[in-house]
Each structure stands twice: as C-alpha cells, then as structure tokens.
C-alpha cells in the first residue's frame, strides 16, 4: 500500500514553543491531505483538510491561528503548533489521498507531542 | 457525526474468524464503507472497501447487506497481531465535501489465545 510518514515521531517541547509536524507521501503525489488529532482512549478527531497550493479548511472549533497548516508542495504538508501548551500535547496524525487512481485515504504513523 | 455505529468491544479466539459488525442506515447511494484499524499508538491503517458488493483481499473479507444499511468485516483467520480498534466508516467519494473521513468510537477487538 501508499506509504505516508511523519516527522518526528514524538516530540517533547517546553510551553509557549512551536512545534512544526512533517507529513509526507513517499511513493505518490496527493493533492489533499488531512490532519487528526487524538487524546487518550479517544477517537481521531479531524483537525483540518489540507489542499495544495490553497488555505486549509479547519473544522469548526480548530483555531486556524494555532494551528498553522502549509501544503507547498504534492507530497508534503506541514503543521504547526503555535504557542503550545500542555492542553496541545496530543497524538497528532495526517492521511493522505492519491492524486489519481484509488481514493483510499493513507495514514501516517503519527507523532506525539509533550508539551511540558 | 459519525454516520455509522458499532459495538465497543468483542472478542475472538486465534485462529477463529472475527466477525465485526457496523450499521449504516443513513448511507447514500454514492458512498463508500471503508474499514481501519488502529493498533495501539499507531496510525490508522486501511483494510478494505466497497460500494454494494462484497469484496475481499489479503487481510479480510467485506460483506454488505443488499440495502446497504449494514456491512460486516470479516477476519478469516483471527492471530494476536489482529489485536486492535477497528473503525467503519461511510464516506463520500473525493470532490465531495463529505469525501473527508469521520471516525467514530470503533470496536475494540482483542484476540484470545
């Protein structure tokens, strides 16, 4: 299958830092990516949808000034954690489509965010 | 909202089939039912996927109602390693504003040895 990657893996950083999260579709292009969040013994909670080259669509209760997302380019896009505090610290996961072909969504690892 | 709804948990013996249920009564005519799972601490990963017959590859077996309204998710051969919460999910195809994909609480499979 589609492999998408994330960097890094976890991260630990202290309050009132930022914190940029890689997301990457290693063996194909894909014009929208998502981003997830997930707190302990929940369910991903979608953050944003991330289109190429266009702002991303936040859900409603996501500060789009908080979380800063940038997709430059078909197979990175970013996501920045601005000002973290400790409520932030969260298991952070972005999904990527194809840009043709199948429309199954790909998910990365996830990375781990401890903001202290 | 999630459109689908599942038990919180079931269990199954290695080497059993696993059987997974997932109700959809409110599905569309264009949308997909698409199934993951997510191992602990880690990224949810695809299993398969159907519109409205049955399909199957190397992980599982997908079975949807002739209505539509329901589907199963079937693991021939349950091992340990199948250990996981396991989410069904209704999904619009890409283009449409519900293309994105909503996850709901999912059923917690733990396999038995």
């Known amino acids: 299958g589609a492999v998408v990657s994330q960097h890094p893996s976890w991260v630990i950083c202290k309050s009132g830092t930022s914190v940029k999260i890689e997301c990457r579709s290693l063996d194909f292009q894909a014009t929208t990516m998502f981003w997830y969040r997930q707190f302990p013994k929940q369910s991903l909670m979608l953050m944003a949808t991330?289109?190429?080259?266009?702002?991303?669509?936040?859900e409603q209760g996501v500060e789009k000034d908080k979380f800063l997302i940038n997709h430059a380019s078909l197979t990175l896009s970013t996501l920045t954690v601005t000002s973290a505090h400790p409520e932030d610290s969260s298991f952070y996961i972005c999904s990527a489509i194809r840009l043709a072909g199948q429309e199954t969504q790909y998910f990365g690892p996830g990375t781990r965010l401890l903001v202290l | 909202d999630a459109k689908t709804t599942q038990p919180p948990s079931m269990d199954c013996a290695e080497g059993r089939a696993a059987n997974l249920p997932c109700n959809h009564s409110?599905?569309?005519?264009?949308?997909?039912v698409y199934w993951y799972r997510q191992i602990h601490s880690q990224g949810p990963q695809y299993i398969i996927h159907?519109?409205?017959n049955n399909e199957t590859n190397e992980m599982a077996s997908l079975i949807i109602t002739e209505d539509r309204k329901s589907s199963t998710l079937i693991l021939p051969h349950a091992t340990l390693r199948d250990t996981a919460v396991y989410y069904c999910i209704v999904r619009a195809p890409r283009g449409s504003s519900a293309s994105k994909i909503i996850f709901g609480s999912g059923t917690r499979l733990s396999i038995r040895p």
């Open positions: 409110t599905i569309s005519g264009n949308e997909y």
């Open positions: 991330s289109n190429e080259g266009s702002k991303a669509t936040y």
């Open positions: 159907g519109l409205k």
